[in-house]
């Protein structure tokens, strides 16, 4: 039964009865500046200057609670693995007065909510693809002085304490951190692994413990003929898993045809620290828009994709000799691809091509043979939904509208199509894939297994949605409406109903229901 309430959250930051706050009175949240955990979604509420956590109970009732966060919020996101939301707040811009509120970054969870203190308002956040850390950009150019240097990593695995947050200015000769990456874990010269952070400037590569970032920073300076970095276009490898001294990291230079390998060795001098970097330029047939450390038949290469050639470089790490393989297509990205070892597909192939390649690096001696299969698309693939644990079904989301199921053990893709501008998520659990109107009120849920779509048609304008879980395990859809005090409609992720949906009307205050 369709069921409309009401939901009223002010015990936490004002009395219960009989004053209305100022903040009531000032612009509603933004509904846009939201994020969500496994098991909630958090909305940000500038006005009222805290972080409003929604969750579920029994019957779809909506639970809310909430957390102090600081002004002037710049951004809010989740980390990779879902566990928490990360909002980066700027404070008071200057600070005048003793008692003006600081910059801070908080991170909330359903286990609560930490407030890492900043000296600094500062606008650009890194999530670690581990979820462990978070990297603070260097602070505001509007500040007095600057370091553009100046980073701020932050465990969050802990809580505040005399080192975390820790600043840390990256050692120059002259660049500033124009992309920083963080990296897996990796096995150094003597056996400890360590995480690293990769940072790039215009012409430096700089390599910081994510832990200690004291101890023993590598900076790898690239000659002058040598080309600038092309930002974020980076990838590591541990190699062999016996082995401390193989670990290495790649990363293209723009707008060349031109790759830097820095190897991590022991050292041969004390002067050197602990590890030893030894960076080696790689001259590569074209300009490259894609990198990942890959595994062949002939042992593991390093793949660069080369759509002007329509091709796949692979360099031995080795001796850094470089083979092509044929990909068919001006393929610019690859994505590693999910169930590998029970599919036989290594990666994903896409482009600005109506079609996707899967690639199984099976055969790369001489010509392959099958290495690449190539199928059709309605359209070129934009971005690859990942999927859930080893499930061997890719979501592909296309131009112009709709999206696709790739099956890779089965090798066939299935398209479905949306109107234009619909956005597209799948499910904590993988299970479904959930097409939503930004501003529009159409909403669909598309069973991974037999692709029967669910629509239903709101009764509210739509400006985002999440996927939360319930108690007892299964799934359900929150729809955000920024229309007055954040409007939410919970429906169920699986069987999406308008008779079996709750709307909550006004869930920041108990004014203006219907």
Sequence with gaps: MRRVAVVALVASLAPACGHREEFWDEAAPDAGM????????????????????LSLGGASSLELRSFPLGRTPVVAVSTPDRSKVVVLTQGDVPRTRPDDQAPALTAASREGAVTYPLTEPRSSLVLDPASEFAIVGAAANDQFVT????LVIVDLRRGVAPDNPRAH????????????TTLPALTLPGGERRRLLLTESERELGLVDLEDPARGEITVRLTPSGGRLAPGLVASSDGDPARDDDARVAALLGDEGTMVVVELLPPTSASQGAVR?????VSLPAVPRSIAFVSTDLGPRIGALLPTRRSLALVDPATYAVSEVDVVRAFDTMTPAPAAASTGVAFVLTGAVAEVALLSLADTAGKPYRSVESLALPAPATRVLPSSGDDPRVVLELQQGGFAVLDLAARAVAPLSTRQGAKLRRTGDGAHAIAFSPGGQSLASVPIDDLHPVNVFLSRPIATVFDVAR????????????????????????????????????????????
């Design 34 to 53: 939201a994020a969500a955990t496994d098991g909630a979604v958090y909305v940000v509420d500038a006005p009222a200057e805290r972080l409003v956590e």
């Design 147 to 150: 370091n553009p240097n100046d």
């Design 169 to 180: 200015s990256v050692r120059s000769f002259g660049g500033r951190p124009a992309f920083v």
């Design 277 to 281: 970097a030894f960076p080696t330029l």
């Design 471 to 514: 108690p007892g395990g299964d799934r359900a859809i929150l729809a955000l409406h920024g229309q007055g005090a954040l409007g939410v409609t919970v429906l169920d992720a699986a069987h999406p109903s308008l008779s079996a949906m709750t709307e909550y009307v006004a869930v920041l205050t108990g004014e203006g229901g219907r």
